[in-house]
Structure formats: structure tokens, C-alpha cells
């Protein structure tokens, strides 16, 4: 499997506070990406980088912010979060078209 | 963007050959299809890609006709542990972007004994 971690795996929250997933990769991998799996919707990409301090937004973006200071971590920050942004968030690293995803960080916002 | 769609479900059983075709009637001339397999709890993991015609691993067969307005996931023999979500991507590569990575509801799997 490739060395993806995501931290915390589980983390409940309320309304308002701020929150930041980070996803770890030891594969030095150029590419990471951040999705959020809902029920009924399948993953929605948030955001990806493509490089140090590059980075691009994806389809449901709103509400989030990233970050990616070195190659290895990508920081997923919700500024404020809402019980919308109740989900599992998924990191993956690897070419836009062969992704190896990490294990997933289940958040809930009350 | 190529909008692909997939059977929301469908049921096999163990030792059959399993056929999961996805339609994707808008694909551009620069994407490439991808499949996934997920299982509950899991991120999604790469099963296998393609451009045109036939492609093989160790794991399935992707299977483009000309027009490349459709592929079929070809799963040899299921067994129980392919029970899972098996999502179809198009994605497309633009200005050094790509677009299309939404993997959508994707097509759930039962396999039986």
C-alpha cells in the first residue's frame, strides 16, 4: 500500500470552530488531493496540489482552504466548520489518473 | 466535462464473469477512462485505466470500443471479497489541470454464493 496517513481518523466537533486533517505521504509524490464522501453523492474532489505551495481548487470547494508547505504534508483547514461538512475526507496522492488513497477521517460537526 | 453513468446496482455470483459498463457519451479526444473498487470503511483503491481498445492486469480486463463512448469493467471469476462500490472516471487533462475527478455514485456490486 502506498504510505498515506491521515490524522485524526475520528474527530467531533461544533459549529464554528475552526479544524485541520492532515494527510502524510512518504511516496514524494508530486500530486495530492483532498475528497469528501457523502451518501447518495460518491467523492467530490475539494481541492489539489500539484507542487509546494501549488495548489487548485476542485468541484466543491467552498468552506475549505489548503495548504502544502512541504511535499509530504497537505493540510485540509475548514475555518468555520458547518454540520454540512459532516463527512469522511479522503486524501490520495499519485497522477490525476491512478490515485492511491489513504484510510479516511471521519468528521462530524454538530 | 464527459459525464459518465453507471448502474446504481447489480448481482452475481461466485465464479461468474461480472460485466460493469459505464457510458460516458461526451469523452474528449485528451481523456482516459479509470476504475475504482471500494470497500465500506475503505478510500477507494486503483483497479486499472485505459485509453482505447483493450487493457488487461492481474486484477481485470477494460474494454473501449472505437468511439469510446462507453467502457466495461470485465471482472474474471468473482468471488464474495469482490463485493464492493466500483466507480468509472473520465478524466481529463486541460492547461496543465485536470477536470473530471468526481467519482460519483458508481456501481454497487453483490456477489453471492
Known amino acids: 500500500d502506498a504510505g498515506i496517513t491521515q490524522s485524526p481518523r475520528h474527530k467531533v466537533t461544533e459549529t464554528g470552530t475552526p479544524v485541520t486533517l492532515r494527510c502524510h505521504q512518504t511516496?514524494?509524490?508530486?500530486?495530492m488531493y483532498w475528497y469528501r464522501q457523502d451518501p447518495g453523492h460518491g467523492l467530490r474532489l475539494i481541492h489539489y496540489?500539484?507542487?509546494?505551495?501549488?495548489?487548485d481548487k476542485g468541484e466543491v470547494s467552498d468552506g475549505y482552504s489548503v495548504s502544502r508547505s512541504k511535499t509530504e504534508d497537505f493540510l485540509l483547514t475548514l475555518e468555520s466548520a458547518t454540520s454540512s461538512q459532516t463527512s469522511v475526507y479522503f486524501c490520495?496522492?499519485?497522477?490525476?489518473?491512478?490515485?492511491?488513497f489513504g484510510p479516511g477521517t471521519r468528521l462530524t460537526v454538530l | 466535462l464527459a459525464k459518465t453513468t453507471q448502474p446504481i446496482s447489480m448481482d452475481s455470483y461466485e465464479g461468474q464473469e461480472v460485466n460493469i459498463t459505464c457510458s460516458h457519451n461526451?469523452?474528449?479526444?485528451?481523456?482516459?477512462i479509470t476504475w475504482y473498487q471500494q470497500f465500506p470503511s475503505q478510500g477507494p483503491r486503483f483497479i486499472i485505466q485505459?485509453?482505447?481498445t483493450k487493457v488487461t492486469n492481474e486484477v481485470a480486463s477494460l474494454f473501449i470500443p472505437a468511439d469510446r463512448k462507453s467502457s466495461t469493467l470485465s471482472l474474471p471469476r468473482v468471488s464474495l471479497s469482490d463485493t464492493a462500490v466500483y466507480y468509472c472516471?473520465?478524466?481529463?487533462?486541460?492547461?496543465?489541470?485536470?477536470?473530471?475527478?468526481?467519482f460519483g455514485k458508481g456501481t454497487h456490486l453483490i456477489i453471492q454464493p
Open positions: 490520495a496522492i499519485g497522477d490525476y489518473n491512478e490515485q492511491f
Open positions: 511516496e514524494n509524490h508530486r500530486y
Open positions: 496540489s500539484y507542487g509546494v505551495k501549488d495548489t
Open positions: 461526451n469523452i474528449a479526444t485528451n481523456d482516459y
Open positions: 485505459g485509453y482505447k
Open positions: 472516471l473520465v478524466v481529463r487533462y486541460s492547461g496543465g489541470g485536470a477536470d473530471g475527478l468526481t
